[in-house]
């Protein structure tokens, strides 16, 4: 029978990620890139659902799809689920702009990862990581948040961080390590259907 588990996701280091956790599972895992719509939404698990369903749908076959918000605090929550769209627009200057005067500079990830199969309801699980945002840019490279998210436990944004040490890091995070567990105890699993 076919232990595939099929990740939706354009995102090298989230992948990694999941091969991390999924080592020695018997559980293989597929990267799929697709483009899936992204509803406008305040709730990150709303998005992440709607993406696990329609892909689901698209592919005619079980996936997992993860989405993410930032939270910075003094910004009353801003950007959230919508960071995608707002990187479009918002420059690391900007960003360090919107935050000169400001001396709490807490940013919480809200992290989801919906799981779904064709015609049923998305399963999900949910975890958040926290940091802070750094007064200049990392190095130039990736996203603007990545160049001025500093996880907690490190001194540095997650561009000056190694793709290595960002996969212990989020592999550390409770998400995956919970639908792991989800997926290893799912009825009917023991070589039969994920």
């Known amino acids: 029978m076919d232990n595939t588990l099929v990740y939706v996701t354009g995102n090298d280091t989230k992948f990694d990620v999941a091969l991390k956790t999924f080592t020695n599972t018997g559980i ?8 899936t719509p992204e509803i406008q939404s305040k709730s990150v698990q709303e998005v992440a659902m709607y993406s696990a369903s329609w ?23 801003f950007p959230g689920p919508f960071i995608k769209f707002v990187n479009e627009w918002l420059s690391v200057d900007d960003y360090i702009n919107l935050m000169k005067d ?24 949910t975890g958040t990581y ?19 998210f500093i996880p907690e436990g490190f001194d540095v944004p997650i561009s000056d961080i190694s793709e290595e040490e960002m996969v212990v890091y989020w592999s550390n995070g409770e998400i995956m390590s919970n639908f792991k567990e989800y997926i290893l105890n799912k009825d009917g699993f023991n070589n039969k259907r994920l």
């Open 28 to 35: 293989a895992l597929l990267k799929k890139s697709l483009s």
């Open 55 to 77: 892909a689901s749908k698209e592919l005619n076959q079980p996936v997992m799809v993860t989405d993410a918000g930032f939270y910075i605090e003094s910004l009353n929550g």
């Open 130 to 148: 926290r940091g802070k945002l750094a007064t200049k840019p990392g190095k130039k490279c990736g996203t603007s948040i990545e160049q001025l």
């Open 102 to 125: 400001k001396t709490n500079r807490t940013i919480i990830i809200q992290d989801c990862l919906a799981y779904c199969h064709p015609d049923e309801k998305p399963v999900v699980f």
